[in-house]
């Protein structure tokens, strides 16, 4: 009898033997496992483990456990011939054998037969005397579609339109606050909106070019304090904490955001436009771009680690405390005092220690050192 795990694993495979999950999609991870399938985390590890020796799925760095190709016979096709029957004729052409109960086709007889018999019944002459077209025909024999849809008065009405960009944007957004930027697939979204996947591509050219949107809108929803309060400093941190609030509510925008290669987003570029005002002349550019980035950085760097925190405490079911309480005895049972002195002290001291805690520690010494670099003469007069 199967077990839990592999009646599981069985279920992903048939999704992809029938071409549900194509080569390149992600298959459900383990945090979805657990929430559709109520098993323990164990379980839903083993099931990607199986799957993952069979070689149907592979582990890539930012996308997740995704299908390889190599599982049923429609992955094993070309994209262009998922749709196309696998028959005698298919068989032949790819140089298999037929299938037991088919007829033999050896020299291609029946392929020809077949064809032969295609050509004579679209072929509008018979005998050398034309023969009458079929009503509405062409001269060729073909038939032409008729325009459906609706229609006013005989004429055919405009379709109403699909999904805009801004609802691609959002439904992109959507999933990737629930399963971060490695659940994030065009299909996904295409699905989301009940559309083909391939219509995506007239509102946005590449999943990447999606995340670029993807931050506009992020940036869009957080507008800065209009009038910004007075004083550098205090501009500096009102920036910050917009930041940091919209981390919070968009985690995957910690990660997506791009420290090197910025991405090209309106509102984004507003954003960097008043933290550069922020430190204005006659600082030169290169260091004020310095200024701006670090505190961007710094908000950045702090907020990649929500978005694993919240899956851990999804994943487990208990709070960072209850994580750290049950996790305090093996820590000080390997922390020896002879050996780790500071690390075996701080195991019994009650700390406050919190991604939120380590935001506003970091951005107040980090924004007073930046009191003392703009104010070096302050430093000498004391």
Known sequence: MPTTSERIAAAIRARIDAGELAPGDRVPSTRQIVAEHGVAMATATRVLALLRNEGL?????????????TGGPADRRWPGERNAPVGPAARIRSGAPARQGERSTRGGSAVVGQTA???????PTRDG?????ASGATRDGVVPKRASGPTRNGVLLKRASGPTRDDVVRAAVAIADDDGLAGLSMRRVATALGVPTMSLYRHVRSREDLVTWMMDAFY???????????GWRARAEACARVLW???ERHPWAAQALSMTRPQIA???MAF?????????????????MHLAVSVVQLVRGVAVGIEPARAARQDTGISDEEWMDRALPDLQAVASPARYPHLAR??????DLTLDSLFEFGLSRLLDGYTHFLNPEQDEGQ
């Open 266 to 268: 309106p509102h984004g």
């Open 346 to 351: 701080a195991t019994t001291t009650e700390l």
């Open 220 to 230: 869009a929803e957080m507008p800065l304090p209009d009038p910004l309060p007075d």
């Open 117 to 123: 018999r295609a050509k004579r019944a679209s072929d």
């Open 129 to 133: 005397v034309a023969s009458k077209p």
């Open 57 to 69: 799925v592979e582990s890539r760095q930012g996308s997740g456990t995704v299908v390889t190709g």
């Open 272 to 288: 960097t436009e008043t933290l550069l005002a922020v430190f204005g002349e006659p600082i030169d550019m290169n260091t004020r």
């Open 245 to 247: 609030a919209g981390f």
